[in-house]
Structures are given as C-alpha cells and as structure tokens.
C-alpha cells in the first residue's frame, strides 16, 4: 500500500531537481502526478520514466508567473484524474546578490516567480480541493525564508512564502486544506551548483552540523510526509531540512 494511493498532486518546476525527486516518490506511492514545468523536454522525460516504472504521471507546460497557465494545469489534473488533493509549490530560481547589487528588474523577476508564483498556485488550486473535500499544499521556501542572508530578492520571496503559508493555513484549515511550508537547506541540484563550486563543498561541510549536503530525495521524503495524510493534524508549520544550518 502506497502513502498517497488515491490522490492527485500537481508539482510545479517538476522536470528536475526536487520537483523531479518528488513527482517520482509520489508516483512510487500511489499518486497520480501532474508534473508541470517551463522545461518541456524535460519534463516529458521524468513523465516517461514514472509511466514506463509503473507509476502514472502527465507533464505539462507550466510558467508559474501565469494565472491562466494555472488555471489550464489544475484544469488538465482535474479533467485527467477526476480531482487535485495535493499541490507542491516547488518552482523557484535563485539570485545570490546583495541590496546594492540587486537591480529593480531582477528584484522583479524572482519575487514574480518564488513568490507571486506561489500565491497563483495557492489561488488556483483551492477551489478545486474544496471541490476533492480537501487537500494539501506544500509550499517550498528555503532557509533563506527564515533568516538574513546575501541573497536579499531571493530571501524575501521565500521569506513571503512562510507567511503566505500560514495565512492560508488559518483561512482554509477549515475547509480540510492544510498549507506547509518546507525549508530546504544546501541541496545538490543544478541550482545550487555554481554556489557549491564557488563556496567550496567543504566550507558548507563545515557550516552544517550534519556534515552533509543532502539531495533532492533528502528533501522529497518531508514532502511526502506533509502531502500525505499522516501530517492531518499539520497546517501552517515549518518543516526545516537543513542538517542544523540554522539549529
Ligand atoms: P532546480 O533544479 O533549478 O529546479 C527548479 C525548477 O523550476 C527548474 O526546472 C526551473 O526551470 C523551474 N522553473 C523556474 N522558473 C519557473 C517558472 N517560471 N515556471 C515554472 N517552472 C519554473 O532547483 P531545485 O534546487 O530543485 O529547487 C526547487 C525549489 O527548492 C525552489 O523553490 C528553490 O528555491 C528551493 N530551494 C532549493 C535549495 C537548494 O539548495 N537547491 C535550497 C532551498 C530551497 P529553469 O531551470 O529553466 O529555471
């Protein structure tokens, strides 16, 4: 018996990375998932290892800047599986720049993505669990949400996905619709890369209790707990993955 056997989750940034990780853990534990990403080829790759492993999975073309492409993907979950219960707000990009250097434009651009990007999935996908009886959101934030740091638009964004996840969290919690927010800390993806070459991995060694840095699984498996109903009692919390950065 699969953790989610009977649900339907939409994963935004879906074609690599955690989104990646997560589509297929889900898929292994019974979900049906759309996984939507701006990354097409991609994305229909991971779509095709989840079908051809025995999983079930659809992937399709997702700008979470968008409001119609929003409606289009909870419409597409809904028309092919019959109804949405979980919806992981994963997309992101990062932008390691100080105030200064930081121009309105870029300033712009990420809050567009890691944060107005959130609000339109949050928005888009609540009638819809209303419509299942109920649901889960997990909103992917960062450590970085959490505390000062030199990435300042990126930290902010992902500062305004821990607060928009607990107003959810106290505006639906009613209606059986959880929201969580998930903190990753250094995680080896594409993302992470060039800061990793440049930092030195053993300098992160150093800084993370743990000595690890973790992958995208890592970061899957705290997913899936707050996606699945074991976390029924969990809203509006803040599952910190991070080895003890910030401990
Ligand atoms: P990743 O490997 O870069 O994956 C992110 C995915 O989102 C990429 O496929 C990316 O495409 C896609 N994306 C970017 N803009 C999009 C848009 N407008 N619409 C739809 N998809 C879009 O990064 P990751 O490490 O898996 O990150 C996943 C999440 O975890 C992000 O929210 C990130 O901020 C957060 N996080 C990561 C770390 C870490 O250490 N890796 C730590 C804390 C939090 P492109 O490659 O074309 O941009």
Known sequence: MG???????????????????????????GAKVVLADILDDEGKKIEAEINETGGEAMYLHLDVTSE????AAVRAAVDSYGKLDILVNNAGILLRKGVEETSAEEWDRVQDVNSKGVFLGVKAAIPAMREAGGGSIVNISSIAGLRGSTSTAYGASKGLVRLL?????????PEGIRCNSVHPGIIETDMTEEMLDSVGRE????????????????????????????????TG??????????A
Not at 237 to 246: F, H, W
Request: charged share 20%.
């Open 3 to 29: 953790r989610l056997d009977g649900k339907v989750a939409l994963i935004s940034g879906g074609s690599k990375g955690q989104g990646a990780a997560e589509a297929k853990l889900f898929a292994q534990e």
């Open 68 to 71: 119609a492409d929003w409606a």
């Open 165 to 173: 996840t607990k107003s959810t969290a106290v505006q639906y919690g």
């Open 203 to 234: 300098q992160w060694l150093a800084r993370t209790p743990l000595r690890i840095i973790a992958n995208a699984h890592d970061v899957a498996l705290g997913v899936l707990y707050l996606a699945s109903d074991e976390s029924r009692y969990v």
């Open 237 to 246: 919390s803040e599952l910190v993955i991070d080895g003890g950065i910030t």
